[in-house]
């Protein structure tokens, strides 16, 4: 099967530019979640999607970061503006979770991640 | 709620010495757990995962995992460490219910020839 599709790969733009990600999940993938990875640190969940609805964006700055799932398939998540402490790299991941299966052990998949560097 | 804890944030080990990765969680209920490593500049992989099936977990690369509920561990090991293997690795729980993926801050696995 194919795997989770991220681009662009890298990104370099300057404070107060904005710049949007983009994320195809595993095909049948009800569950998508967006992770921002700051160098040295572990993956930190900015907002979770079932199919087209968010489940949790308790961690997603609002006043700049936006995200949709239009479809319930892709997503892209946005920043504007961006801020210099946006470098990082952000990770998008799917589920095989909220299919009707019950989900025990199902593992997430993720991407190659775009790494934002914000100068 | 649950958590992950992982005991160290760096370990180094000489080639061809045997690897332990230590992960301690918590948990409410029988939990769902993870190992994943990340190489240099690329996504994380999923190393193995835990079933309630067995307690001694074997994932890819050789590495392996064993559940203990009475310590509430998830430890990683491997017998004989690669040069590939330097790497970071992650422990993850699935928060039951909320499909949430906990993780642990990292250990920075190094290889020294």
């Known amino acids: 099967e194919a795997g989770v599709a991220q681009s662009p790969r890298y990104k370099i733009i300057e404070k107060r530019q904005s710049v949007a990600f983009w994320c195809n999940p595993i095909?049948?993938?009800?569950?998508l979640y967006w992770y921002q990875q700051i160098l040295g640190q572990g993956p930190k969940l900015l907002i979770q999607?079932?199919?087209?609805?968010?489940?949790?964006d308790s961690q997603l700055p609002k006043d700049r970061f936006s995200a949709e799932r239009l479809k319930g398939v892709d997503s892209t998540l946005k920043i504007q503006p961006a801020k210099l402490e946006d470098s990082a790299v952000y990770l998008c991941?799917?589920?095989?979770?909220?299919?009707?299966?019950?989900?025990?052990?199902?593992?997430?998949?993720f991407g190659n991640g775009t790494r934002l560097t914000v100068t | 709620a649950q958590s992950v804890t992982q005991l160290d944030s760096h370990v180094s080990v000489s080639e061809g010495t045997p690897v332990l990765l230590r992960c301690n969680y918590s948990?409410?209920?029988?939990?769902?757990l993870f190992w994943y490593v990340q190489h240099p500049n690329k996504g994380l992989q999923l190393l193995l995962k835990?079933?309630?099936?067995?307690?001694l977990v074997k994932g890819i690369n050789g590495f392996e995992a064993e559940f203990k509920k009475s310590e509430t561990s998830f430890h990683l090991t491997k017998p004989s460490a690669h040069m590939s293997d330097a790497a970071e690795y992650f422990c993850?729980?699935?928060?039951?219910?909320?499909?949430?993926?906990?993780f642990g801050t990292g250990t920075r696995l190094k290889v020294l020839a």
């Open positions: 991941a799917s589920s095989f979770l909220g299919q009707g299966a019950t989900g025990y052990n199902s593992p997430l998949h």
């Open positions: 095909s049948g993938h009800a569950t």
């Open positions: 999607f079932q199919n087209n609805g968010v489940v949790d």
């Open positions: 948990s409410s209920y029988s939990p769902s």
């Open positions: 835990y079933t309630s099936a067995a307690t």
């Open positions: 993850v729980v699935m928060a039951s219910g909320t499909y949430k993926y906990i």
